[in-house]
């Protein structure tokens, strides 16, 4: 059993659109955090948010984190090119310091 | 800047071979993991350790030794390969807040057991 489920799996857009992607739980976290990953490198952070509501803004994308911190999306405005990546949401639960991924959004933005 | 350390960046094994993945950082940071990640699977917890001498389990340990003898690295050692190892492994080195860590990997080693 998976514990984020993340969706969609795939998203193929052109340049210019804007997207969301959505990390789901049934189980709730203590904190939740955002990567991005390109071929060939290891997943770099984007945020990491830990109160439930909380909205955090980094250029043209805006991460919600559920107000009973289930859940957590990723909203992209005007995607570009340089957006292409898989995108990981992780998170923590109680007093555990293990991080647990979800298995990824793959998005693609053609030009 | 260095940051988190993976050596080698590609590796091919023959069945039943034994290698150490190394990782090091220089974050002074508490907290080192392991991970595996596989075409639709994410990322897999292996190992993990919460200081020098302290090592645990994470989801898929089984086949994988480890050991944290300073705060700076934290090699995996693969016992005996088999092909389900093939893999694209990653280290990770955590920030500790309060009520969250943070994660700052290496490049990955790419894996393959023949």
């Known amino acids: 059993t998976q514990l984020l489920e993340q969706s969609p799996q795939f998203l193929s857009i052109q340049e210019g659109e804007n997207l969301t992607v959505y990390c789901n739980s049934s189980?709730?976290?203590?904190?939740l955090q955002w990567y991005r990953q390109e071929p060939g490198e290891g997943p770099v952070l984007l945020v990491t948010?830990?109160?439930?509501?909380e909205v955090k803004k980094l250029k043209r994308l805006t991460f919600q984190f559920g107000d009973a911190r289930k859940d957590s999306s990723l909203h992209i405005t005007a995607a570009q090119p340089g957006d292409t990546g898989l995108y990981l949401c992780?998170?923590?639960?109680?007093?555990?310091?293990?991080?647990?991924f979800g298995k990824g959004t793959k998005l693609t933005v053609n030009p | 800047n260095a940051g988190v350390t993976q050596t080698p960046k590609f590796q091919v094994l023959k069945t039943g071979q034994s290698m150490t993945l190394q990782c090091a950082q220089d974050?002074?940071?508490?907290?080192m993991s392991w991970y595996r990640q596989d075409p639709g699977m994410g990322l897999r917890l292996i190992h993990y350790s919460v200081g020098a001498g302290i090592t645990d389990q994470g989801e898929v340990p089984n086949g994988y030794n480890v050991s944290r003898s300073t705060t700076e690295d934290f090699p995996l050692r693969l016992l005996s390969a088999a092909p389900s190892q093939t893999s694209v492994y990653f280290c990770?080195?955590?920030?500790?807040?309060?009520?969250?860590?943070?994660?700052?990997f290496g490049q990955g080693t790419r894996l393959t057991v023949v």
């Open positions: 948010v830990v109160t439930g509501g």
């Open positions: 189980s709730v976290f203590s904190s």
């Open positions: 992780a998170g923590t639960q109680g007093g555990s310091e293990k991080l647990v």
């Open positions: 974050m002074n940071h508490e907290y």
């Open positions: 990770a080195s955590n920030l500790q807040g309060l009520g969250h860590t943070e994660a700052f």
